[in-house]
């Protein structure tokens, strides 16, 4: 394997002395004051070579101005090819760019707004290897009324795991203090197929997640039998004052005291 050479060329006269044309290229495409002192020149081919000069913009920190001359074979003038702003060493650069899909945050699709899927997004497979317990499944596939594409298994771990991690899930400070959870509710709606055992609907118009997707394990105030659950408790054990007392009248003998023996008359007179 023969290694590669990086050709060099000589550098041409009449484009390294072109400075005060490269200079009015560049005033040209800056705004006033920002084309700063002449940081020397580059041959990049035969009779081509790049002037570069500093930029004194302050958005702009650390990049320069590259103008490109070249000159024609045989011809004695230089004429300008190319001019643009270039970043330099340690030049303040803007963040790397990310695409759209990867920017989108849940809640930011609003009225009208189309989200398009790709077509090889790992949430979805193609609908016919779906696998349900459906008996009407196979006749909608048959007439064409079946999905084109439905939920795959990496789609249904990551939806599992993004609700049970969620608000709706366990780990919350309302399913802590719920007094039962709602797979005990009779507001709760299991969903159907293999997700039956773990998650459901909340139909509670009272509770914070009407109409949301729940954990079995999650929980809140409105649960149908919060009233029994609360009534079925151990009593809460009654407080005593053992340090206070009641003060008695002075002569008058407290009620189930016994009297001393000489006031009291023997037994059998009359």
């Known amino acids: 394997m023969s290694r590669?050479?990086?050709r060099t060329f000589a550098v041409d006269q009449a484009c390294a002395d072109a400075v005060d044309l490269a200079r009015a290229a560049a005033e040209q495409i800056a705004r006033a004051g920002e084309v700063g002192e002449h940081l020397g020149f580059v041959s990049e081919a035969e009779r081509v070579v790049t002037h570069y000069f500093a930029c004194l913009d302050r958005a702009y920190s650390g990049w320069r101005w590259a103008i490109?001359?070249?000159r024609a074979s045989r011809a004695r003038n230089v004429t300008v090819s190319e001019t643009v702003l270039l970043p330099g060493t340690g030049a303040l650069m803007p963040p790397a760019w990310v695409p759209w899909s990867e920017r989108l945050l849940p809640g930011d699709l609003g009225v009208g707004d189309l989200l398009p899927t790709s077509d090889d997004d790992d949430r979805l497979a193609p609908g016919f290897t779906q696998t349900d317990d459906d008996p009407d499944h196979q006749m909608l596939f048959e007439y064409g009324?079946?999905?084109a594409r439905v939920l795959s298994a990496i789609g249904r771990d990551r939806a599992v795991h993004r609700w049970h991690a969620g608000e709706s899930g366990p780990h919350t400070p309302i399913a802590h203090a719920a007094p039962a959870q709602c797979s005990?509710?009779?507001f709760y709606w299991p969903l159907a197929g293999s997700l039956r055992l773990g998650f459901g609907v909340c139909a509670n118009e009272f509770a914070p997640d009407d109409g949301k997707v729940v954990a079995a394990d999650h929980g809140c105030g409105a649960h149908s039998e919060a009233a029994v659950v609360q009534g079925g408790g151990e009593a809460a054990t009654p407080i005593l004052?053992?340090?206070g007392y009641d003060l008695m009248d002075?002569?008058?003998?407290?009620?189930g005291s016994v009297p001393d023996e000489e006031d009291s008359e023997p037994l059998g007179h009359a």
């Open 4 to 6: 590669t050479r990086s």
């Open 68 to 70: 490109t001359v070249a």
């Open 145 to 147: 009324l079946g999905r």
């Open 184 to 186: 005990t509710c009779g």
């Open 241 to 243: 004052d053992d340090l």
């Open 250 to 255: 002075d002569g008058a003998p407290a009620v």
